[in-house]
Structures are given as C-alpha cells and as structure tokens.
C-alpha cells in the first residue's frame, strides 16, 4: 500500500521519459498518472489516520536489515501538498504548451524523489530520493532553455549542490557516531551519545535544510533563481521543492536531534527575525513580480523557523500548518505571474490575502497558529514581529496588485481561459482551506502528536 | 590510518572549496568534484575497519559493507550530477560565448535593470517561438501550430 504513489510515480516517469512529453497526450497522461499517485496517497492518508503509521521492509528482508519505508501523518501532509502543487504546475504548464519533451517525466520524478524522501525511514535512503528530487529539479531550473534560464539553473545547482554534499557528510557522521541508518535506531541512539558531535552534525543539517528553504544567511541564490525561471517552475521549486527544508527540519529537527533543536532555538530565532525582515523589506522595494514573490518567500521561511525555535505541540503545530499553506501560496502566486484578466487578478487577491494572512484565506491559519505559539511562550517580541511582518507582506503584495492589475495597459492581451481557470481553482481551494479549517488542524494535530509521542517514525509492521 | 583519511578529506574539501570560489566556470565544477569526492571518502572513513571481505560463512572480523554501499550510491549520483552540470555549463558557454562567472553576474544584472524599467511587466507567457526548442519533432511543431491557433 505504501509503495501504491511511489510506484505510479515511478514507472510513470520512466515511461515517460521515453515519450515525448510535448505532445498533449503525453502530457495528458503524466497528469494521470500524478493525479492517481495523490489520490493513491490521500487513501493511504486516511487509512494512516485511522490505523496509525505504517511501515514495511523493502525486498521482504528481515526488519532492521533491509531498507524501511514507513509512512505517518506528518510524511502524508508533505506528500499531498507536494503533489497538490506539482499536479497545478504540470497542468498550467499542459494548459499553455509543454515547451520541451522532457518537462512531464521530470516533474513526475521529482514527484518520486519527493513522495520517497516523505516516505522513507532510512537517513540514506532520505538522501537517495533527496537526490531524485533535486537533479529532476535541476533541469526544470533550465527549462525554457534562454540564456537567462541556463543562468539561473547553474546558480541552483552549485549552491544546492553543495548543500546536499554537506547533508551527505552529515549522515555519513551520523552513521558514525550511532552505527544506524534506520531513523528509530538512530532516535534510540542519539540521547546516549555526547552532545559535542551531535551539535555540530546537528548544526550541518541545518545548514543543509536551510539552504533549500532560502532562510536568510542562505538566500543569496533563491531571487536571480525564482526570477530567472519559468512561472511553472518557480511554483515547483517554492511550492514543492521547498518542502524538503520544511519536513527535513521537522523530521530531523523535533524527530531524531530534540535535544539539540532545543539548543539551537535562539540561533533559530535570530534568524528568523532576520529572515522575516530583511524578506519584507526586500520585497517592499522590488518591482517585478517574481522578484517580490521570491524575497517574500525568503521572509515566509522565518515564520518557519521562528515556530521551529518555540518547539513544543504548539510549535510544531504552527509548522506543519504554515509550511502547507506557505507552499499553496507561493504555487499559486507564482503561477499567477505573467498572466492577464480579471479571473487572475481576483486569484491574486485570494493569494495576497493569505500571504498576509487576512481572512478568510488560508494564510490567516498560519498566521494565527504563529501567534498562539508565541503567546503561548509569552514571547511578546515575536508577536510584535509577526504583526509586523503580516503588515508589510499586506504592504507589498498590494502594491504588487496595484500596479499589476489596477493600471489599465493597451498594449494589454489577456491569457488564454485555461491557465487563469486553474490558478482560479487553486485560489479557491486555499478559501475552502480557510473557510474550512476543521480537516486540515484536525489531520495536523494528529501529525504533531505522531511527532512528539514516538520519537521517531513507529517500527511496528 | 584514521587521521590520514580526515587529512586527505580535508585537504580535498579545501582545495574544492577554493576552486569554487573561482570566476571560471569550470574549474568551480571541478572545484564542486572535489568536494563530491571529499564527502564520498568521508563516508568511508565513517566506519573504517580493515577486515575481511563481508561473504559467508564470516569467520574473521569483517569490514563495514555498508560504508561501501553508500559511498557506491553517492560516487553514482555525484557523477550523474556532473555529466549534468558540464552539459549546463557548456549550454551557458553557448549562450554566453563565455565560462566566466563575472560576465554571467553582469548580464543577470542587466536583465534585472530591464525588469525594473518594465516596472513590473512580465514576459509574455505565450511568445511561440520554437528557435529556443532544438529537437522538436514534425509532430511538436504541429502542436505549436494548434497552440497559435487556441
């Protein structure tokens, strides 16, 4: 049942890898095939809620021999938002002409490398599908092959690139300090060893985590790639891809190094600050759309970090529930841009609502969660700089709106119906979230209770 | 033996670090290898014991097949993701006539320049023009046609 998505994913890809993807029947079929995969993983979902996690041995070795798939509430969340933005990108893209062959194959790896690394209960096997992952991401950077494009690609690899050998290194330490692999024996493992090398393991991953997710010291090369890419792609990375630094810190962070999360908290929270403001700031002086999305996904992330650092059921809950609207906001802002007529522009409000979190969009969950957790810790200063951030987020996104969609151009086309019908669904599906709510708390505390009650991802067959 | 393994990924790490902080695209890849290579030795002297090979009947101590597995997984998709990354590189040379970083940096700052000047103003989402696609087939290229039309 577990291997149910991965294996549509899999032997989709590959199948078609060989066909040409620029042909709407391909194309047509890899949106099949991701649509099955969800709904593949939304039933194991809810048989994972009523049932409690999952796992199984791959090959049928022996537990504790073979590599371990195993699958619990918080892997089901991240696996439906990821294949939620992937399936919107893959059809927008189908909707407006898949521009090269390879574009179906490599969103539907990447939907393997995602769905496996949510999947796994293995640290290498995480790194595995990590890879998967990030080199289908690597050439959907370049796609639309301008010279702007290569740009943006070469940057993406290099920085990325030496984050995943940093988090390689990583495991491999880990490897050494606790002789496991599989997640619950290196949670057993870990309270027994010395603190030192675990810090600085501890501090390696979050380096690696962050780097994917942009958060501030690591942003440098997230605006030239989130600009410099194809609207499509850029939902992928900030909508999909980014989740891996979300659920990375989670599963790393609160599953398997609680003590040193602990430790780090300040050093979170300072960052965090940063990130929120510099992201606002930033994005408060930028003109072009894409570019005043990719600063503020730079600020999204110290929303992030910042309930990271308060920790506890609140904290991580505040996680869980920003990283899924955090993603469905940047997918369906970041499609949003360089389309045109009056479905797009009420979209875009619906989006720039949730990302300052104004009711009843989505955002304004999050948002709320955040300030619960903060209160909670009787944290004033960060209630004051979520207040702060929500504003100027208000702040930028109108402007945005402002000049986009209020000033009346000639020279003005409006988008074919298709592309604005599913930006227009997306917005819709973050009201339904936000009107809504009671689903998406509900299966996030279930995930934030498997979090904190077993210490790593549950052994039991 | 140990202290010989950390010397060597250390001084590969170093030297990769260095080269990436070049202005020449390629020795940066080469400079991205290097440390590929310092983590795949890392991962070997993770758990390095000399023994014999990990084949029943076992009767003496035995090395760490694990750390072979690994490093073999990781030499594979470091190498798959060089083969990308020069195929990349080569792209931007012909894009750019040149493998110099600064000269890249330069042009992403001009194309920053004319997106403030455009104000805001996206490209165009539907521009077909099918020079930016090199292999497209007969068939792709009626698609295109279809796309015109819609």
């Given amino acids: 049942m577990i291997v149910l998505p991965l294996g549509i994913l899999w032997f989709g890809a590959v199948l078609l890898a060989i066909l040409d993807g620029t042909r709407t029947k391909n194309a047509l079929l890899a949106i099949g095939l991701l649509a099955s995969a969800l709904l593949a993983t939304i039933w194991l979902g809810f048989d994972i809620v009523a049932n409690g996690p999952r796992s199984m041995v791959i090959g049928g070795w022996e537990q504790g021999v073979g590599i371990t798939l195993s699958v619990d509430t918080l892997g089901i969340i991240f696996a439906t938002l990821s294949l939620t933005v992937l399936l919107a990108a893959l059809v927008f893209e189908t909707a407006n002409r898949v521009r090269a062959r390879v574009f179906p194959a490599l969103v539907l790896f990447m939907g393997v490398g995602l769905t496996g690394l949510f999947f796994t209960g293995d640290v290498f096997n995480f790194y595995v599908f990590f890879e998967i992952a990030m080199i289908s991401a690597y050439v959907l950077a370049s796609y639309g092959e301008t010279p702007r494009q290569f740009r943006a690609a070469f940057l993406f690899i290099v920085v990325n690139l030496l984050g995943s050998m940093l988090f390689l290194i990583s495991i491999a330490a880990i490897y050494h300090i606790t002789g496991r692999l599989d997640m619950a024996g290196i949670a057993a493992q870990i309270p027994l060893v010395a603190e030192s090398p675990v810090l600085l393991i501890a501090t390696l991953i979050f380096v690696a985590f962050s780097t994917k997710l942009g958060l501030f010291p690591f942003h440098f090369w997230l605006a030239p790639v989130y600009t410099g890419t194809r609207p499509s792609v850029a939902a992928i990375l900030s909508g999909a891809l980014a989740n891996i630094g979300s659920y990375g810190l989670l599963r790393f962070g609160a599953d398997l190094l609680p003590r040193e999360l602990a430790d780090g908290a300040p050093v979170l929270i300072v960052l965090g600050t940063v990130s929120i403001i510099y992201g606002a700031v930033q994005s408060v002086s930028r003109h072009s759309p894409s570019e005043v999305l990719a600063y503020s996904a730079i600020g999204q992330v110290g929303y992030i970090m910042i309930a990271l650092a308060i920790g506890g059921e609140v904290g991580f809950f505040a996680v869980i529930l920003y990283a899924v609207i955090n993603g469905l906001n940047k997918g369906l802002l970041f499609l949003t841009v360089g389309l045109r007529g009056w479905l797009v522009g009420a979209s875009f409000v619906v989006g720039a609502f949730s990302v300052a979190g104004v009711p009843p969009a989505a955002g304004f969950l999050g948002k709320i969660s955040i300030f619960w957790a903060a209160i909670e810790d009787d944290a004033w200063s960060i209630v004051f700089l979520v207040f702060l951030g929500s504003a100027l987020s208000f702040l930028y996104m109108f402007q945005l709106y402002q000049r986009r969609f209020w000033i009346a151009r000639e020279d003005e086309v409006e988008s074919s119906r298709l592309p604005q019908v599913i930006v227009t669904a997306l917005a819709i599906g973050l009201l339904i979230v936000g009107l809504w709510p009671e689903p998406l708390l509900d299966i996030t505390d279930h995930a934030v209770s498997g979090l904190l009650d077993s210490p790593a991802v549950g052994v039991s067959p | ?150």
Avoid: C, W
């Fill in chain 2, 1 to 150: 033996m140990t202290l010989i393994l950390s010397l060597a990924v250390a001084i590969l790490f170093a030297s990769g670090a260095y080269l990436m902080l070049k202005h020449d695209l390629v020795r940066l890849i080469v400079g991205m290898v290097l440390i590929g290579n310092a983590a795949n030795l890392f991962i070997m002297a993770a758990a390095l014991r000399i023994g014999d090979a990990p084949v029943y009947p076992i009767e003496d101590e035995t090395s760490d097949p694990l750390v072979q597995a690994m490093t073999l997984t990781a030499i594979v998709i470091s190498f798959a993701v060089s083969a990308l990354v020069l195929a990349l590189a080569y792209r931007v040379y012909i894009a750019h006539a040149s493998v110099d970083m600064r000269e890249l940096s330069l042009a992403e700052e001009e194309q920053a320049d004319i997106d403030d000047t455009l104000d805001g103003e996206p490209e165009p989402m539907l521009d077909v023009d099918d020079s930016s696609i090199g292999e497209s087939s007969p068939v792709g290229a009626a698609d295109a046609g279809e796309a015109k039309t819609r």
